[in-house]
């Protein structure tokens, strides 16, 4: 009767603790280390519950408890029962300590991914929230743009042919801009669906946004190319290009007709690209957002910009990026 006690009472914790692996083995490891104590001879029910427990805890690769329960086991197994009964309040013990340290840091571990999902969701929330504003503000603005040009260019009769060209010139960079706009609302909605994988404007696109200032402005724009083109990431290369593109703008902007020069001048690794126009001076230019969108293009591919009035009268935008390395 006593022996069937304590097989029941060696293998009742593998039963009622089946899915907790290291509560199971300890309590299992104790129970039969105590009856081994007790008796002086093996329970074996006590036995095959241990090593069933030990078995299952060895899949989930908890050395630490393994090594709380296997020594404890041995020891009274070999004939040093007092010694291990002694220890085994001490291995239960570390044993379930251990469990609940690897169950505190599994569940900040989900916690830390929770939260992380929790983030990349506001962050896409936020990011659609932008694009709806963006698609039914401005895009609608640029779009109305657009229409309004090509319609007062072919409803008016008599339209001088310069009047006629810069109507085109307005429709034609109401398009692009809505071109632009599409690709970075399909950017900010990455996570709701596959954006427009449209090519990225780069300095193959140059002479042609040259050529667009000029029409919009009326004044003499000249593009100027020195030494020999290098490689350039196309990071780098959109930097370049998008850096031209806003001086223009400022040029139409702040100095309307004003002649301007782009330079590209090539050297051995690095690329200095200068926007310089002869419009009035400015004597203390204040930065904008468009000054700190260009300083920040620049220095996100390790380039710099550099700002300022030109001795004389105008503006100077100048900006060195570097070439790719082998």
Same mark, same amino acid.
């Given at each position: 009767?006593?022996?069937?006690?304590?097989?029941?009472?060696?293998?009742?914790?593998?039963?009622?603790?089946?899915?907790?692996?290291?509560?199971?083995?300890?309590? *299992?490891?104790?129970?039969?280390?105590?009856?081994?104590?007790?008796?002086?001879?093996?329970?074996?029910?006590?036995?095959?519950?241990?090593?069933?427990?030990?078995?299952?805890?060895?899949?989930?690769?908890?050395?630490?408890?393994? %090594?709380?329960?296997?020594?404890?086991?041995?020891?009274?197994?070999?004939?040093?029962?007092?010694?291990?009964?002694?220890?085994?309040?001490?291995?239960?013990?570390?044993?379930?300590?251990?469990?609940?340290?690897?169950?505190?840091?599994?569940?900040?571990?989900?916690?830390?991914?929770?939260?992380?999902?929790?983030?990349?969701?506001?962050? !896409?929330?936020?990011?659609?929230?932008?694009?709806?504003?963006?698609?039914?503000?401005? !895009?609608?603005?640029?779009?109305?743009?657009?229409? @309004?040009?090509?319609?007062?260019?072919?409803?008016?009769?008599?339209?001088?042919?310069?009047?006629?060209?810069?109507?085109?010139?307005?429709?034609?960079?109401?398009?692009?801009?809505?071109?632009?706009?599409?690709?970075?609302?399909?950017?900010?909605?990455?996570?709701?669906? @596959?954006?427009?994988?449209?090519?990225?404007?780069?300095?193959?696109?140059?002479?042609?946004?040259?050529?667009?200032?000029?029409?919009?402005?009326?004044?003499?724009?000249?593009?100027?190319?020195?030494?020999?083109?290098?490689?350039?990431?196309?990071?780098?290369?959109?930097? %370049?290009?998008?850096?031209? @593109?806003?001086?223009?703008?400022?040029?139409?902007?702040?100095?309307?007709?004003?002649?301007?020069?782009?330079?590209?001048?090539?050297?051995?690794?690095?690329?200095?690209?200068?926007?310089?126009?002869?419009?009035?001076?400015?004597?203390?230019?204040?930065?904008?957002?468009?000054? %700190?969108?260009?300083?920040?293009? %620049?220095?996100?591919?390790?380039?710099?910009?550099?700002?300022?009035?030109?001795?004389?009268?105008?503006?100077? *935008?100048?900006?060195?990026?570097?070439?790719?390395?082998?």
């Amino acid at each position: 009767m006593a022996l069937a006690l304590v097989g029941l009472a060696t293998t009742l914790p593998l039963v009622l603790l089946w899915p907790q692996r290291t509560a199971a083995a300890v309590l *299992v490891t104790v129970a039969t280390v105590l009856s081994l104590t007790a008796f002086r001879h093996p329970a074996y029910a006590g036995l095959a519950a241990t090593l069933i427990a030990l078995f299952r805890l060895g899949e989930t690769a908890d050395r630490a408890a393994l %090594a709380c329960s296997v020594p404890c086991l041995v020891l009274a197994a070999t004939g040093h029962a007092p010694v291990a009964a002694a220890l085994a309040p001490s291995a239960a013990l570390a044993g379930i300590a251990w469990q609940a340290r690897s169950r505190a840091r599994v569940s900040a571990a989900a916690r830390d991914v929770i939260e992380e999902s929790l983030l990349r969701r506001s962050a !896409a929330g936020e990011r659609a929230r932008i694009a709806r504003e963006l698609h039914d503000v401005v !895009a609608h603005h640029i779009s109305m743009v657009a229409v @309004q040009a090509e319609t007062a260019r072919l409803a008016t009769p008599g339209l001088p042919p310069a009047g006629a060209d810069r109507l085109r010139a307005i429709g034609d960079t109401a398009r692009s801009a809505l071109t632009e706009m599409r690709r970075l609302l399909g950017v900010l909605r990455e996570d709701t669906g @596959q954006p427009e994988r449209a090519p990225q404007p780069g300095l193959r696109e140059l002479n042609a946004l040259v050529d667009a200032a000029r029409a919009a402005s009326g004044g003499a724009t000249r593009l100027i190319l020195r030494g020999t083109p290098i490689a350039l990431d196309p990071v780098a290369e959109l930097a %370049a290009y998008r850096i031209v @593109q806003e001086a223009l703008t400022n040029v139409r902007r702040h100095a309307p007709g004003a002649a301007v020069d782009v330079e590209f001048a090539y050297g051995v690794d690095v690329l200095r690209v200068t926007v310089r126009d002869n419009g009035p001076a400015v004597d203390d230019p204040v930065e904008g957002l468009g000054l %700190a969108g260009m300083r920040e293009r %620049a220095s996100a591919v390790g380039g710099t910009l550099r700002t300022g009035a030109v001795r004389g009268g105008g503006f100077m *935008v100048e900006a060195v990026l570097p070439g790719t390395t082998a």
